[in-house]
């Protein structure tokens, strides 16, 4: 996806304070990508030998993005992205999703990262130890485990949990972590596929309920 004059939402007050932080004024941080943030935008490009055309796309991206976790030891071909099936609205933590996971026999949090719904992202499982996120078709191989919280909608009086559709409840937060996040994996590991967990799953999952595969085609 491509920010310009114009854009607006939490993922431009992102870029702003990625901005900000690199030396480049760009006024109030506002969520609002105006004349300032175009010029801090366009000067940044310079500096870092890119296209200077003011539009932030994955390359200019990439070099915002800071380059904060730890690069597995593992080889990494895939990037997986999976939802935590928690009804919209519900918050959950990693120490939680720890407790349940361990609670099945497993040695830790299946995941590598969880991304909450007010756009933290928190470290799981280490990232040179294999997840335990995708049994099907060897995904668990060579892979980095990615999960937002949320998933599903929200409860209703009368319908069990797990009758419960699924539903891209991403927080413009989330969204604008999920893409930080996998920008930065993308640096670490420039081979790697993005992908959902459904494309792997051989049971008709949805999860993360949404076509990760298509919209991270250009990270």
Same mark, same amino acid.
């Given at each position: 996806m491509n920010y310009r004059l114009g854009s607006r939402g939490e993922t431009i007050k992102q870029i702003q304070k990625a901005l900000c932080g690199a030396g480049h004024h760009v006024g109030?941080?506002?969520?609002?990508?105006g004349?300032?943030?175009?010029?801090?935008?366009?000067?940044?490009?310079?500096?870092?030998?890119?296209t200077v055309d003011g539009i932030v796309g994955p390359a200019t991206l990439a070099k915002l993005v800071p380059h904060r976790w730890k690069k597995s030891a593992r080889s990494i071909d895939?990037?997986?992205?999976?939802?935590s099936a928690?009804?919209?609205?519900?918050? =959950? @933590?990693? %120490? *939680?999703?720890?407790?349940?996971?361990?609670?099945?026999?497993?040695?830790?949090?299946? #995941?590598?990262?969880? !991304?909450?719904r007010d756009g933290s992202i928190h470290v799981g499982r280490d990232v040179?130890?294999?997840g335990a996120h995708c049994?099907?078709?060897?995904?668990?191989?060579?892979?980095?485990?990615?999960?937002?919280?949320?998933?599903?909608?929200?409860?209703?009086?009368?319908?069990?949990?797990?009758?419960?559709?699924?539903?891209?409840? =991403? @927080?413009? %937060? *989330?969204?604008?972590?999920?893409?930080?996040?996998?920008?930065?994996?993308?640096?670490? #590991?420039?081979?790697? !596929?993005?992908?959902g967990h459904r494309d792997l799953d051989r049971h008709g999952k949805a999860c993360p309920s949404f076509d990760a595969k298509k919209e991270y085609k250009r990270v």
């Open positions: 109030v941080i506002d969520g609002i990508f004349v300032m943030t175009d010029e801090a935008v366009r000067n940044f490009q310079k500096e870092h030998g890119l895939k990037i997986i992205v999976h939802c928690t009804p919209e609205g519900e918050d =959950r @933590t990693v %120490e *939680q999703i720890r407790r349940e996971h361990k609670a099945q026999g497993w040695s830790d949090i299946g #995941y590598h990262y969880v !991304v909450y040179d130890i294999q049994a099907d078709n060897g995904g668990n191989i060579g892979s980095i485990g990615v999960c937002y919280i949320g998933g599903v909608e929200a409860r209703r009086p009368g319908v069990a949990y797990k009758d419960l559709k699924a539903k891209d409840t =991403r @927080t413009e %937060e *989330q969204k604008a972590a999920l893409l930080s996040l996998l920008l930065d994996l993308h640096v670490k #590991y420039p081979k790697a !596929v993005i992908c």
